[in-house]
């Protein structure tokens, strides 16, 4: 598959292009991949994934691309987001992560670089091009959750706005970016969040939502979320409830479920 003329060749700065990422995924593609992650990520018609497409590389493929492509120009990285191609897409934000972080260690910081990430993600998520769940959960925790860490603004009106969103997909980032506190020790943002989207309709965001919840108790405290369920299982949706609920014992668990059936 030529991977030792393709290593030596990510090395020249011309070659570092959006055209030689889509190269080196399309060698790695497989037809029966994609039809099946068509199908996963529901892109029929009036499905959440509607119209994306694939080309069926596997996700540690896509990071093994990834390595190769770390130094991919901004503007480059920009077109490759800019791409009808899931795989694509998730390259690019995965670069987009990595650099994030690179540019986070302590002898090079270099927050100006982090900041631009920010923008150019916000950009992104705004024009729909983060448009499924694995892009957002594979970046949105660092990508805005830990520059909001960073800045200690657990409250800033970002995340209520993203929260508010009509777009399910900027719902999504704007509760996995409060993994990121999660991991800090800060449960605030999450539970906030949590009790302003009880009503969305969207079962990708009911998962999203419990399984904050449920990484709250289980890294943070499990009082604060045993107070949020005592406050709010009787209105929570029943997927909801069940991720939050996960690691709590089984008696927890029925006593939470019969508070919302007791509705």
Sequence with gaps: ??????????????ALTAEAVQEA??????????????????TGPGQYGEGDV??????????TV?????????????RLLA??????RLAALLIMVRRFQVAGRPRTRDDAERAALHAAYLHAVHA????????VDSSAEWLVGEVLVDARR???????????????????VAVLATFAFIKAGDGAPTLR???RLLDDREDLMHKAVGWMLREVGKRVDRGALTAFLDEYAPRMPRTMLSYATEHLSPEDRLAYRAMRRAV
Aim: proline share 7%.
């Design 83 to 88: 791409s009808d191609v899931h795989e694509h």
């Design 128 to 135: 729909g091009r983060v448009n499924n769940w694995d892009l």
């Design 66 to 78: 990834v390595a190769r492509f770390a130094a991919l120009p901004p503007h480059e990285v920009s």
């Design 25 to 42: 995924l399309a060698r790695l593609a497989s037809p029966e991949r994609a039809a099946g992650s068509a199908r996963f990520f529901k």
């Design 193 to 195: 969040l949590s009790a």
């Design 1 to 14: 598959m030529g991977h030792a003329t393709d290593a030596a060749s990510d090395t020249d700065p011309a």
């Design 154 to 172: 657990g409250d800033d009106p970002l995340l209520d706005r993203l929260a508010v969103s009509a777009s399910l997909w900027e719902r999504r």
């Design 54 to 63: 694939f080309i069926g590389v596997t996700v540690p493929d896509t990071r």
